[in-house]
């Protein structure tokens, strides 16, 4: 029994032992502190967060999907939208398509959209122009091909007034 | 001929005098509209002044616009705009439409960025919010007590078991298993 039991105490030693026993690298040793359940953690965490979104406590910035491309905005930028987009100068808009939005100390991941009318992205259209002239080169060696093509993209810049989260987490939408 | 000459300049994204973001301010300014009476190449400008000029200056009270004639010239739209620039463009033989979008383009663009490649397409005065990411982030604060060399904190844990790992495993429980049967 006595040499059952030490030979059981190695092979706990080779798997688990402190000081880098074999499986050492496969198992982490990070337990959580505490030992609560899954769904009063989250409802601490969204109260955390929304009393941070009471507070208004740090900048807020979101992640909004304007004409396929993802851009990361906060109070403040500007973004220059390639393409043509109806939109024209001094209109106030909201990008509702936000993917992502976050403060300092927490992030609301959507999947794939945040919840509609919790976060409001506006943003006003400062400038309609042309980009510079672009170039389209082609030549081929030797095979009597050459192609030059010129042209100008419609850029649109925008300035992003605000990025605000309005509603609280987890609750009903203001305006329905 | 220099450089600045041969090769486009980089510019970054930008707005003057923080447009936007109390108030939208139209940033052109001036047009002029220089044309000839007679001749064939101003001949959309004319239909142009006939038809719309009124409307545009009625919807534009912000923009101030000039006529000038002249005799026996090219037509040419002058835009001048609130961060100084001066965009010339000549509009010889173009036809009443083209006129209309390009007068359209002049109002709407901000100044002139026909010489100048964007280097970003995005500008912003807070890069990072949550502040940047760094090889510490998300990890476990014990590693600053931590004292180094730590077998824990120095173990290479991203390769798969090694032959002679698994070798020594099997040993191990031969022997165990031998233990066992002798028992």
């Known amino acids: ?176 | 001929m220099s450089a600045n000459n041969l090769f486009l300049k980089s510019a970054f994204v930008r707005a003057p005098l923080k447009n936007g973001v109390g108030r939208y301010v139209c940033q052109l300014q001036r047009i002029v509209f220089k044309f000839c009476k007679s001749n064939g190449a101003s001949r959309g400008m004319r239909d142009f002044i006939e038809q719309d000029l009124v409307d545009f200056s009625k919807d534009n009270p912000g923009v101030v616009v000039y006529l000038k004639p002249r005799r026996h010239r090219g037509p040419v739209i002058v835009g001048e705009y609130l961060n100084g620039d001066r965009l010339w463009m000549s509009v010889h033989n173009k036809t009443h439409e083209e006129i209309v979008k390009w007068v359209e383009l002049f109002r709407t663009q901000q100044g002139n960025n026909w010489n100048s490649r964007l280097r970003k397409y995005q500008y912003t005065n807070h890069p990072s919010v949550q502040g940047p990411w760094t090889p510490f982030t998300f990890k476990d604060p014990e590693l600053n007590t931590a004292e180094l060399p730590d077998v824990r904190f120095g173990s290479n844990n991203r390769l798969p078991a090694t032959a002679t790992e698994q070798l020594r495993l099997m040993f191990e429980k031969q022997k165990l298993d031998e233990l066992k049967t002798a028992e």
């Open chain 1, 1 to 176: 029994m006595a040499l059952l039991r030490s030979g059981l105490q190695r092979v706990a030693n080779i798997f688990g032992g402190t000081q880098g026993g074999i499986l050492s690298r496969f198992v982490t040793s990070l337990v959580p502190s505490e030992n609560k359940s899954v769904a009063e953690t989250s409802k601490e965490v969204i109260a955390t967060c929304n009393k941070l979104i009471e507070q208004n406590a740090s900048r807020n910035f979101a992640i909004v999907h304007i004409l396929g491309k993802q851009w990361r905005v906060t109070d403040g930028d500007l973004l220059v939208v390639e393409g043509y987009w109806p939109p024209n100068i001094g209109d106030q808009i909201t990008l509702d398509k936000v993917l992502v939005a976050a403060t300092k100390d927490f992030s609301l991941i959507g999947r794939p959209l945040v919840q509609p009318g919790l976060v409001t992205v506006t943003a006003t259209i400062i400038s309609k122009g042309l980009s510079h002239t672009r170039t389209h080169f082609k030549k081929k060696r030797r095979k009597q091909f050459m192609r030059i093509n010129f042209q100008r993209a419609q850029q649109t810049i925008l300035r992003i007034n605000s990025v605000e989260i309005g509603n609280k987490i987890n609750e009903g939408r203001n305006d329905v």
